[in-house]
């Protein structure tokens, strides 16, 4: 699976952005697919999953109530749509993709096998 992230650029706090991600080479069938960010200096850190199911999704306590994860199927696309974004977001946000991860392991970059390219989200102040 070949992922590539796109959607990321230059906001003011209080703005949105929305983050996709787009799988070539094989459909999302049966995949968990997830968002990851990491900020300079710092270690990746997980921001949202969802299950094959389109079952509730896991958000970090950080993201939630602002970022809404999704995805599309049927058109092998992943959505991240972040809303209120904070300084504090801007990060690399890369999108990734496994099977049968289990829910206690979806905040573990090490879970999944696929990773796309980062795309830059930027907060100003």
């Known amino acids: 699976v070949q992922l590539q992230a796109s959607g990321g650029g230059l906001v003011q706090t209080g703005g949105s952005l929305r983050l996709s991600c787009v799988a070539s080479g094989r459909t999302f069938s049966g995949y968990t697919l997830a968002w990851f960010r990491q900020a300079t200096g710092k270690e990746r850190e997980f921001v949202a999953a969802i299950k094959w199911a389109n079952s509730n999704p896991f958000y970090a306590d950080s993201v939630k109530g602002r970022f809404t994860i999704s995805r599309d199927n049927a058109k092998s696309t992943l959505y991240l749509q972040m809303n209120n974004l904070q300084p504090e977001d801007t990060a690399e946000y890369y999108c990734?993709?496994?099977?049968?991860?289990?829910?206690?392991?979806?905040?573990?970059?090490?879970?999944?096998?696929?990773w796309g390219q980062g795309t830059l989200v930027t907060v100003s102040s």
């Open positions: 990734t993709a496994s099977r049968s991860i289990i829910t206690s392991q979806l905040g573990v970059p090490s879970s999944y096998a696929y």
